[in-house]
């Protein structure tokens, strides 16, 4: 076991209060904290990368989910990836760098068993909150296993300039879809999809979603990967052809809400059409990981995936950072550099 020299505190931020609506600064603190000793088995992440993903808003509100509400007073949490600077872990050295969950701070006490060793020269340690990460896998899982993907597919994803979003689209492609959907919200995030290799794009700020759908997919389509939820989930129920299948990742439209949102009004026609509709959460398929990371590292090596990132300097605008990707300002993922 090797140690180093070590930092007695940290700068972490805090929930300060529970977000009503869409969150504020007032929501977050920053704040500093002691580190506390090693234990046996643990070790000490200088964390240089850190994840913002929309699924935070949920964990900001105390109510049941799939995943523990996060703690007032307490620090917040997400992928993080960094430098290992002390360790008591007969597994994990010092130098060897890893990603976690102890995010939104500047150094983590890490348990050996909840860090996994990443390899920085296959790719840089952002992409193992990215493409490489969760929302990678987000990605193939809710292709792949939830929708039943079939080459030859038509396939619609909303959120499409997003790090899930724009991963689902080009898996799809990668795997034979004869045409890939996206819809996003700005004039420049559908130019990057048509670089991306989306064979058609439009811009729902500009007109109705489901016009516009009709417009990109005149014979319907197979697949609805869904992001947003509200109108963009009506669009796609009404343009589903028989047996269609939507995979329910996320509903971003309606994350700040502070009212119960309408469902789509058209929900009847799943059962002339004969859909499937299905949520999923990516941590009950991990099995998969492995068989991603394969074709993932291949297709970023050959160029046929690409991880668009957009960043952000500083633990102390990690908050904004996070408020801005709730307002879609970011192409492809979010990341807090530290």
Same mark, same amino acid.
């Given at each position: 076991?090797?140690?180093?020299?070590?930092? *007695?505190? !940290?700068r972490q931020?805090?929930?300060?209060? &529970?977000?009503?609506?869409?969150?504020?600064?007032?929501?977050?603190?920053?704040?500093? #904290?002691?580190?506390?000793?090693?234990?046996?088995?643990?070790?000490?992440?200088? +964390?240089?990368?850190?994840?913002?993903?929309?699924?935070?808003?949920? &964990?900001? +509100?105390? *109510?049941?989910?799939?995943?523990?509400?996060?703690?007032?007073?307490?620090?917040?949490?997400?992928?993080?990836?960094?430098?290992?600077?002390?360790?008591?872990?007969?597994? @994990?050295?010092?130098?060897?760098?890893?990603?976690?969950?102890?995010?939104? &701070?500047?150094? #983590?006490?890490?348990?050996? %068993?909840?860090?996994?060793?990443?390899? /920085?020269?296959?790719?840089?340690?952002?992409?193992?909150?990215?493409?490489?990460?969760?929302?990678?896998? *987000?990605?193939?899982?809710?292709? *792949?296993?939830?929708?039943?993907?079939?080459?030859?597919?038509?396939?619609?994803?909303?959120?499409?300039?997003?790090?899930?979003?724009?991963?689902?689209?080009?898996? #799809?492609?990668?795997?034979?879809?004869? !045409?890939?959907?996206?819809?996003?919200?700005?004039?420049?995030?559908?130019?990057?999809?048509?670089?991306?290799?989306?064979?058609? %794009?439009?811009?729902?700020?500009?007109?109705?979603?489901?016009?516009?759908?009709?417009?990109?997919?005149?014979?319907g389509i197979?697949?609805?990967?869904?992001?947003?939820?509200?109108?963009?989930?009506?669009?796609?129920?009404?343009?589903?052809?028989?047996?269609? &299948?939507?995979?329910?990742?996320?509903? /971003?439209?309606?994350?700040?809400?502070?009212?119960?949102?309408?469902?789509?009004?058209?929900?009847?026609?799943?059962?002339?059409?004969?859909?499937?509709?299905?949520?999923? @959460?990516?941590? +009950?398929?991990?099995?998969? #990981?492995?068989?991603?990371?394969?074709?993932?590292?291949?297709?970023?090596?050959?160029?046929?995936?690409?991880?668009?990132?957009?960043f952000r300097?500083?633990?102390?605008?990690?908050?904004?950072?996070?408020?801005?990707?709730?307002?879609?300002?970011?192409?492809?993922?979010?990341?807090?550099?530290?």
């Amino acid at each position: 076991m090797a140690t180093t020299e070590t930092p *007695t505190e !940290t700068r972490q931020i805090v929930l300060a209060s &529970r977000p009503h609506g869409t969150p504020t600064d007032e929501n977050f603190r920053l704040e500093t #904290a002691a580190i506390p000793t090693l234990k046996s088995g643990q070790i000490l992440v200088q +964390n240089e990368v850190m994840s913002v993903d929309p699924y935070m808003r949920g &964990r900001m +509100n105390d *109510t049941k989910s799939y995943i523990p509400p996060f703690q007032i007073d307490e620090p917040l949490q997400g992928a993080a990836a960094g430098t290992v600077i002390a360790s008591e872990s007969e597994k @994990i050295k010092v130098g060897d760098h890893v990603s976690h969950q102890l995010g939104w &701070r500047e150094f #983590a006490v890490v348990d050996d %068993a909840a860090a996994t060793v990443i390899d /920085v020269e296959a790719a840089s340690a952002s992409k193992y909150l990215g493409i490489l990460g969760m929302p990678g896998l *987000t990605a193939y899982v809710g292709l *792949t296993e939830i929708a039943k993907f079939k080459q030859g597919d038509v396939v619609f994803v909303s959120g499409a300039a997003g790090a899930v979003g724009s991963a689902v689209g080009q898996i #799809a492609k990668a795997l034979g879809a004869s !045409t890939v959907i996206g819809s996003a919200g700005s004039v420049e995030k559908i130019a990057r999809l048509k670089e991306l290799g989306f064979d058609e %794009a439009f811009n729902y700020k500009e007109g109705d979603v489901s016009e516009s759908l009709q417009k990109a997919a005149p014979d319907g389509i197979d697949v609805y990967y869904d992001n947003v939820g509200g109108d963009h989930l009506q669009a796609a129920i009404g343009a589903l052809r028989k047996y269609g &299948r939507v995979a329910m990742c996320g509903a /971003v439209s309606q994350y700040n809400a502070t009212e119960p949102e309408p469902g789509p009004n058209n929900l009847f026609l799943a059962v002339g059409k004969e859909l499937n509709l299905r949520g999923f @959460i990516v941590g +009950n398929h991990y099995d998969l #990981a492995e068989e991603f990371h394969k074709h993932a590292i291949e297709w970023l090596q050959d160029g046929t995936l690409q991880a668009d990132e957009t960043f952000r300097d500083g633990l102390e605008n990690a908050p904004q950072a996070f408020i801005d990707l709730l307002g879609g300002a970011n192409t492809g993922k979010m990341v807090v550099r530290l």
